[in-house]
């Protein structure tokens, strides 16, 4: 098998390894790693059906972890996905309302980041140890919510790391904001910023450029990573599930092999997205990739009029991991449809810097023909959580109800009526007010908790166990800074 290596969208000539790409996070130029192929599929859908989660992840990702040896990788994939994930299943499927939901959901933060945050902290540590890394790592990340528990419990504990998080101190809901400040672990350290999640993310990325303060911590003994969806780290085992979806389809004989699916994915920083058009340009028999956006509808935009435009107003929703301006991951996208053209990706994201807004070309649009754009409001947001449980009893989560609604929009526009997958990407426990406020008006008056086991008894789910547990766990995280604090911050806690 070729080895792959990894490109920057920003310059010519980067070409790292995997492990490389993994421990760095971003190149030196601010650009992403981008693979410099995308590998075929090394097994057929009807081949991968006979295996379970780990199976089909170790075929997807030694394809792209080229340096990693069969041992590692699997090494890797066992303690991440085992017992942590409360199915053995991994991802399960649910058909409710005439579509597929892929809970994604299933892991110790109850959201979809577990899926790729469960296995980075070990790619991690076996990445700095095939590069003869003796600095302990610290992951810096900017979170709107999910990430940040889902990094925290990943890498809590874990030795030669440590993790900081900043998470916007309105922008996240109180569950997401418990299950952080509570978070154990003598290596982390969570941080509220008076600012938005663009702010958090913007400030995480100046201290990853800010030469001078890499070098300080260097010489303490410290070095960033990032635990952001730009890693490839946590792009390559998302590409997992898609591919895994569609062999349970074909095992359960909902399609035929080779019989093309559509995917509906509701995006913010379009990491999940973009894991779905790798999968497809694998092979995997993708029909149309739906990008579902809430009332902050950069993305729809976009798909619209090939003009990205972050200069509007930034809107709190129900949806809060969605509530974002600046979709990093969509660089790597860019980077693609520009011919893989880092020259070209660069200036762009300089426009984007400078002004707020790029516009592409004909020619670049002509290469987005996979995706549809849609956006739902927040009064959608809550009449499809209604609807799909008056109809079938299943409850989703809003992020998951922004997807469920654009595939309702989609399907209604005369596109081919193919089998269609929901990445459901957050437990409807994690967001109990909105999703119970759907549902009724007449729980708004209840606390959280009260709300929880009232979703308990709707749904006849047991409330999940890392829910659970932040009902009475102490709070052990009270920072709190402003924008230009952050570096101060993180310097204080590594002292
Ligand atoms: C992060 C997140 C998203 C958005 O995923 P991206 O990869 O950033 O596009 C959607 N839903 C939930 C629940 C999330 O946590």
Redesign the pocket.
């Known amino acids: 098998m070729s080895d792959l290596f990894y490109n920057s969208t920003r310059s010519e000539g980067v070409k790292v390894s995997a492990s490389e790409a993994i421990l760095k996070g971003l190149c030196d130029d601010g650009g992403l790693f981008v693979p410099e192929r995308v590998p075929a599929l090394p097994k057929t859908p009807s081949e991968l059906s006979q295996m379970d989660y780990r199976g089909v992840a170790y075929e997807i990702m030694k394809e792209f972890l080229t340096d990693f040896t069969e041992q590692e990788l699997k090494a890797c994939i066992n303690a991440a996905y085992d017992d942590k994930f409360d199915t053995p299943e991994i991802a399960p499927l649910k058909e409710a309302g005439g579509a597929y939901y892929l809970e994604l959901f299933h892991g110790r933060t109850v959201?979809?980041?577990d899926m790729a945050l469960s296995i980075l902290p070990h790619l991690m540590t076996t990445a700095a140890r095939k590069n003869q890394i003796r600095e302990e790592i610290v992951i810096l990340t900017a979170t709107s919510?999910?990430?940040g528990k889902a990094a925290l419990s990943g890498f809590a504990d874990v030795p030669g790391t440590r993790i900081i998080v900043f998470f916007p101190k309105d922008g996240v809901s109180p569950i997401q904001r418990q299950q952080m400040v509570t978070q154990t672990g003598d290596n982390t350290f969570v941080v509220a910023v008076n600012g938005n999640f663009d702010d958090c993310q913007t400030g995480v990325k100046k201290m990853f450029g800010d030469k001078a303060l890499s070098l300080e911590l260097l010489d303490k003994g410290f070095r960033f990573s990032s635990a952001n969806?730009i890693n490839i780290g946590r792009l390559v085992p998302q590409i997992v599930y898609y591919v895994y979806a569609y062999t349970r389809l074909l095992k359960d004989g909902k399609i035929a092999d080779g019989d093309e699916i559509h995917v509906v994915v509701?995006?913010?920083?379009?990491?999940?997205?973009l894991a779905a058009y790798y999968a497809k340009r694998m092979g995997l028999p993708i029909s149309k990739l739906i990008c579902a956006s809430n009332e902050n509808k950069v993305l729809y935009d976009f798909f619209q009029t090939g003009v990205y435009d972050r200069n509007r107003e930034f809107i709190l929703t129900s949806s809060p991991?969605?509530d974002i301006l600046i979709s990093s991951?969509l660089e790597r996208m860019i980077y693609h449809i520009a011919g893989n053209d880092p020259l070209r990706t660069g200036e762009l994201m300089k426009e984007l810097r400078e002004t707020g807004h790029y516009t592409i070309t004909d020619e670049m649009r002509e290469r987005l023909q996979d995706f549809r754009g849609f956006y739902t409001s927040e009064q959608g947001t809550r009449e499809k959580i209604k609807q799909l449980f008056s109809d079938t009893g299943y409850i989703i989560d809003t992020?998951t109800a922004v997807a469920g609604h654009a595939c309702d929009s989609f399907l209604s526009d005369n596109e081919q009526p193919l089998t269609t997958v929901i990445a459901s990407?957050?437990s409807p426990f994690k967001f109990p007010r909105s999703v119970m406020g759907a549902i009724d008006e007449k729980y708004e008056s209840l606390e959280d908790f009260a709300l929880i086991d009232e979703l308990s008894r709707l749904s006849g789910l047991p409330v999940p166990a890392p829910i659970e547990e932040i009902r009475k766990a102490p709070v052990r995280h009270r920072t709190v800074c402003e924008i230009e604090g952050m570096p101060k911050v993180v310097r204080e806690f590594l002292h």
Do not use: L, Y
Request: glycine share 14%.
């Open positions: 959201a979809f980041k919510g999910d990430t969806s509701p995006t913010g920083n379009f990491g999940n997205i991991s969605m991951n992020h990407t957050a």
